[in-house]
């Protein structure tokens, strides 16, 4: 499971502004509820502060997505 640490963004309000189209909403739940998401669209979403460690992300889509402050510890992206 990946956690984010800005908790004062409540979960609702965090998950529309990082999410520029309906379409990526499965694809960022997935990443948060598994820690992973091969081949994922995650154009433009809002990971800051996110522990990704570990986390399966070969083949995502990584471009404009926010990963400021991002733990990404041995996390796969290919």
Same mark, same amino acid.
């Given at each position: 499971?990946?956690?984010?640490?800005?908790?004062?963004? @409540?979960?609702?309000?965090? %998950?529309?502004?990082?999410?520029? =189209?309906?379409?990526?909403?499965?694809?960022?739940?997935?990443?948060?509820?598994?820690?992973?998401?091969?081949?994922?669209?995650? *154009?433009?979403?809002?990971?800051?502060?996110?522990? =990704?460690?570990?986390? @399966? %992300?070969?083949?995502?889509? %990584?471009?404009?997505?926010?990963?400021? *402050?991002?733990? =990404?510890?041995?996390? =796969?992206?290919?």
């Amino acid at each position: 499971m990946i956690k984010m640490n800005n908790s004062f963004i @409540n979960f609702p309000a965090a %998950l529309f502004l990082s999410l520029p =189209l309906l379409t990526q909403a499965g694809d960022l739940e997935q990443l948060l509820e598994k820690g992973n998401c091969p081949g994922c669209d995650l *154009k433009g979403v809002n990971l800051k502060h996110a522990d =990704l460690r570990e986390a @399966n %992300l070969a083949g995502a889509d %990584l471009r404009h997505a926010l990963l400021y *402050k991002a733990t =990404l510890q041995n996390a =796969l992206f290919n």
